[in-house]
């Protein structure tokens, strides 16, 4: 099956600093990869995803690359505002209607 | 915004009894998850459902977990008999999808944390 990897498992950073969450994935099939950012004891939800058939998509300050050939994507955020800090989650799907894969989180802290 | 929502928010429960736990998917949505959070660890796929019928599960979800959709609004996740490492936050989400058109995206219910003692 899918196996996610995701790194760092903690990322600090100054306020206004970027700050740069990557993974990889092991099946070629999977072509679906949404970003989840979870604030303490709340849900999951979606802040941004990307599907195979585009490299790189942009969403204000958060940003999303895909190298398929690598098998690798990563989360770009830039100008980190405190109100950032959470942690988020990469995941893979093949269909993007099958299971979803995670990654195993990468809490951000985000200093004033 | 339509949202996914469970009940109960925390369930306290003896070892060995049994738990429902209950969701309600955006209702045009036709694919409905769950999937487990144990404290401080990533997010896990226990299973999907699609058509009224299991459409994959993980090798977490054994004979004790079954789930069901009672009626047309509710999508219920049954632990039969609860073990310790049970203990959980257990998430529900639901997806879009017509005739393999709609966004993809899975949006989460707030979830149930299962404490079992």
């Known amino acids: 099956g899918e196996n996610v990897e995701q790194h760092p498992s903690t990322l600090s950073v100054q306020e206004g600093d970027s700050a740069v969450i990557k993974c990889t994935y092991s099946?070629?099939?999977?072509?679906?990869f949404p970003w989840y950012k979870q604030e303490l004891g709340k849900r999951p939800q979606l802040i941004i995803d990307?599907?195979?058939?585009?490299g790189e998509k942009k969403d204000q300050r958060i940003a999303v690359t895909l190298n398929k050939t690598a098998k690798h994507f990563s989360l770009h955020i830039t100008e980190t505002q405190p109100e950032d800090s959470a942690v988020y989650f990469c995941?893979?799907?093949?269909?993007?209607?099958?299971?979803?894969?995670f990654g195993k989180g990468t809490m951000l802290l985000v200093s004033p | 915004e339509p949202e996914v929502t469970q009940t109960p928010s925390h369930q306290v429960t003896q070892m060995g009894q049994e738990v429902i736990l209950r969701c309600v998917p955006i209702?045009?949505?036709?694919?409905f998850y769950w999937y487990r959070q144990i404290l401080g660890q990533k997010v896990e796929f226990l299973v999907s459902f699609y058509n009224n019928e299991i459409s994959e599960k993980s090798e977490i979800f054994d004979d004790q977990f079954s789930v069901e959709r009672p009626d047309g609004s509710n999508f219920t996740l049954k632990i039969r008999s609860t073990k310790l490492e049970d203990s959980a936050m257990y998430f529900c989400?639901?997806?879009?999808?017509?005739?393999?058109?709609?966004?993809?995206?899975?949006?989460f219910g707030q979830g149930t944390r299962l404490t079992v003692v």
């Open positions: 995941a893979a799907s093949v269909s993007g209607y099958s299971t979803l894969t």
């Open positions: 099946d070629s099939a999977s072509n679906y």
């Open positions: 209702s045009n949505h036709l694919y």
């Open positions: 989400a639901s997806s879009e999808a017509l005739n393999g058109q709609g966004r993809p995206e899975a949006f």
């Open positions: 990307i599907r195979s058939n585009v």
